[in-house]
Each structure stands twice: as C-alpha cells, then as structure tokens.
C-alpha cells in the first residue's frame, strides 16, 4: 500500500481545495471590481486608490512569502524557483490581501495596508505554520492590528469629505427606517444622507468591499450553492442581527 503524504488542509469530498480557493478568489475579485467602478463615479483619485490598495497588499503579501520560502528551503526541496511557486500557490496569499484591502476604507494610507499585511501574513500565518495551520484569519486579525494602532488614519474619504455619502451621523439606520414610512426606498433615511437604495448597492463612504450589501449576498449564495461555504453560518449571523 502506497502513503500519500501531503500539507493540510484536508477535507473529505469532491471539492478539493484549489477549487474553494479559487472560487471564493473570483467572489472577491467581482466585489473589487464593483468597490473600484464605484469609487471611479466619485472621482478618478479614489478610482486609483481603489485599484492602488489592492495592489499593495497583494505585493507585501508575496513577498511575505518569498521571504519565508527562502527561509524554509532546502537543497532537496529542488529548484528554489519551483519551490516559491509552489509556496504561493499554495498558501493562498492573495486572497488573504484581498480580504484585508477590502475590510479598509480607501483613505487608508498605504504604509498601514503594508504594515498589515505583514503582520497578517507573517506573524498571523506564517507564524503558526501557514495556510490550513493558522488558528486565526491573518486578513482579519491583520484589520483588527490596524484599527488598534492606525484608527485615527482609518478614514472613508481622500481630503473633502463632503464628496461621499456618508454613515457617520447620529441616527442609526433601523431608527430613520422607521421614521421614514413608505418613502424608505427613494428617499434619504431620517438624519442620514442616504437611501435604503444606496445602502443595498453600495453608494456610499465605507469599508472598500463593505457598502455592496445586494452584491455580497448574492455571491454569499453562489457560493453556498457551490459547497464553498456552509449556509448555516451566514444565516443564523445575519438572523441574530437583522
């Protein structure tokens, strides 16, 4: 009987891992494209900086593996170019980048999506052995590193801020819904400046990846239909707090 031995994750089923991965890296990259389409209707520096901060991320995050596999190799793990493919490939980095960049504002300044990229990849990941290893998600404990030591550098806007829709006033969305009767779709919510239909499409200053709440749930159930991701968790989440 012959022993196949390889790196974990392992899961039982015809799915195998690249195939989740590379699913759930198309989900995010339909959600960057929306977030920089967006960003372009509001002015061609935040279209850039859109475009810019996932770039960032995603260089730090290879060379946070480049780093590592030049650590780790060994003469009998081949050709060193072969072997860093394979680390890449394998460790899943980009999606990482692309999961933290889009947890960001696109006023986030980039040596803090550097700095948390490192941290995420590094000592998140890596630090725990790599990808299928880590106790945590290196992309969200890298957002929560940034926004306990960058908060104040964490913002939704690049100089004016007038520019953006904004949810930064006082009255919470559930309250100015009611207030608001049957004009909720069209008209701007009771002490906020935006429409119930901006808040489902995604018009308005947040999280890059954030405000595209329509556009999140229909992939979310894309990729449950695909097994990629367990319904159940999702659900009760949005259930408790709906």
């Known amino acids: 009987m012959k022993f196949i031995v390889t790196p974990g994750p392992y899961q039982r089923g015809k799915s195998k891992t690249g195939i989740i991965m590379r699913d759930l890296m ?22 850039v900086k859109a475009i810019l901060m996932v770039l960032v991320a995603s260089v730090t995050t290879i060379l946070c593996d480049v780093l590592v596999a030049a650590i780790r190799f060994k003469k009998e793990n081949g050709k060193f170019g072969q072997f860093l493919l394979i680390s890449i490939r394998d460790n899943f980095s980009l999606i990482t980048a692309l999961i933290f960049a889009l947890t960001l504002p696109i006023g986030t300044p980039y040596y803090v999506i550097i700095l948390g990229s490192i941290f995420g990849t590094l000592l998140v990941k890596y630090a725990f052995g790599g990808f ?6 290196p992309a969200l404990f890298a957002r929560i590193f940034v926004f306990l030591t960058f908060a104040s550098s964490l913002v939704p806007h690049l100089g004016d801020a007038s520019v953006v829709p904004s949810l930064t006033a006082g009255a919470t969305i559930t309250s100015a819904y009611s ?15 935006v429409n119930m239909s901006q808040l489902w499409l995604g018009f308005y200053s947040g999280a890059l990846g954030e405000p595209f709440a329509l556009l999140i749930l229909l992939l979310g159930i894309g990729l449950a239909a695909r097994k990629v991701l367990n319904w159940r968790t999702p659900a009760f989440y949005i259930g408790t707090v709906a």
């Open 26 to 47: 198309i989900a995010l990259l339909i959600v960057w494209a929306a977030a920089i389409a967006y960003n372009f209707t509001i002015g061609v520096d935040y279209g």
């Open 132 to 137: 299928g290893h880590n106790l945590f998600n």
């Open 179 to 193: 207030a608001l009767g049957f004009k909720w779709l069209t008209a701007s919510l009771a002490g906020l400046n």
